[in-house]
Each structure stands twice: as structure tokens, then as C-alpha cells.
């Protein structure tokens, strides 16, 4: 059965203590992976799709990577406005979503 | 452009009662979804449209309908509403259905007492 599994479920960081969330995937042919982040009260917004082993993109403070298993976003230098739930889902012929990293940053 | 627009925001309903959720999109994009999300769980497909006049079921469709008379319209009907139900329900739309991202509103949250 294809599972996508994110760790750690929450996250509290100090503002600029860098870090990682992790999305781990078990799919039959992987079409895409994608990141969500989404704030409370709101839908999930768009951030990165990586598509094979070994692509990076950044955003800001933000990179996701990837690997045949897994995924990582790190989190460099976290700022308070970073505070949100982020989504990992993998791309079969359907979107198969991780349950989420609840990530809070404090000043 | 405003992406994509739910209503309403908010809704209560009892136990047996209908309504309808709304989601129009103004990115005219071929492909609509919509999906619940529960506590603890990750978004779940309940139905998808792949353009005007045609939808198929996701993998929670029970207790669902749902109709695509236009390209921008997506709207998801509750027949006979159920505890079960309550959940927040988020539409969403993308291009094509192949691995462009999908694009979502900010979702209706439906509690059923």
C-alpha cells in the first residue's frame, strides 16, 4: 500500500536554530514530490516539487531534497513567520499526503 | 485573480440535513479535486474532475456527489448529512493531472451534531 509518513509530527524551534523535517515515502512509480505549507484557518500552499534522486530547490530559508526514500526540508535560521503545518505528498496518479510537521518558532 | 474560492467558511448542520459546498476557480484549469482533512490524518480524495461533464471518485467518495457543469464550478453535494462527515473540506484545481502542483482554497469546515 502507498504511505507517505512525515517526522517529527511537531517541531519548536528557537529563531535561528536550523532544522530538518523529514517525509519518507512508500509509492509504486513516483511521479513528483510535493510540499505544502499551510497555516491555520487556511488551505495548503504550494512551495516545492522535486521530481528525481538527488534534486534540491530553495525558497528563502527554505530547501527540499530528495531521495529514492525520502525527503527532507530544512529550515535555515527560522524566523516566526515560518510558524505552520508542512505537507509532504507523493505523486503516483494521485496525491498521497503525509499527515504533517506542526512547526512553531519562537523569538 | 483569486485562485480558488470556497463556500461558506463555516457551516452546522443536523444529523439527515443536505447542502451543498461550493468551489469555483478562476485559473481555468481542466482538473478539480475535492478532499476532507481530519484530525491526525492526512487529506483524503474524496471526488476529482478531469473537465466539464466528467468526475470520478477518489478514495473516500461514500455519502458524496458531486457535478462539473462548467470548467470554473466544482460544487460537492452532501445527501444525508452524518457525524462522520464533520470535517474540514478543502477543492482544489491544477492544469493537468499529471505531477503540476494542485492549488487549494481555504476550505469549508463542517461540523454535523
Known amino acids: 500500500e502507498d504511505q507517505v509518513t512525515q517526522s517529527p509530527e511537531a517541531l519548536r524551534l528557537q529563531e535561528g536554530e536550523s532544522s530538518s523535517l523529514n517525509c519518507s515515502y512508500t509509492v509504486s512509480g513516483l511521479r513528483g514530490l510535493f510540499w505544502y505549507r499551510q497555516d491555520p484557518g487556511k488551505g495548503p500552499e504550494f512551495l516545492f516539487t522535486l521530481y528525481s534522486a538527488g534534486e534540491e530547490k530553495e525558497k528563502e530559508r527554505l530547501k527540499a531534497t530528495l531521495t529514492k526514500k525520502e525527503s527532507f526540508l530544512h529550515i535555515t535560521a527560522p524566523k516566526p513567520e515560518d510558524s505552520a503545518t508542512y505537507l509532504c505528498?507523493?505523486?503516483?496518479?494521485?496525491?498521497?499526503f503525509g499527515t504533517g510537521t506542526r512547526l512553531q518558532v519562537f523569538p | 485573480n483569486a485562485g480558488v474560492t470556497q463556500t461558506p467558511k463555516f457551516r452546522i448542520l443536523k444529523i439527515g440535513q443536505s447542502m451543498t459546498l461550493q468551489c469555483a476557480q478562476d485559473m481555468n484549469h481542466n482538473y478539480m479535486y475535492w478532499y476532507r482533512q481530519d484530525p491526525g490524518m492526512g487529506l483524503k480524495l474524496i471526488y476529482y474532475?478531469?473537465?466539464?461533464?466528467?468526475?470520478d471518485k477518489g478514495e473516500v467518495p461514500n455519502g458524496y456527489n458531486v457535478s462539473r457543469s462548467t470548467t470554473e464550478d466544482f460544487p460537492l453535494r452532501l445527501e444525508l448529512a452524518a457525524p462522520s462527515q464533520t470535517s474540514v473540506y478543502f477543492c482544489a484545481s491544477s492544469l493537468d493531472r499529471s505531477n503540476q502542483p494542485q492549488h487549494f482554497g481555504d476550505g469549508t469546515r463542517l461540523s454535523i451534531l
Open positions: 474532475s478531469v473537465g466539464a461533464g466528467i468526475t
Open positions: 505528498a507523493a505523486y503516483t496518479d494521485k496525491l498521497i
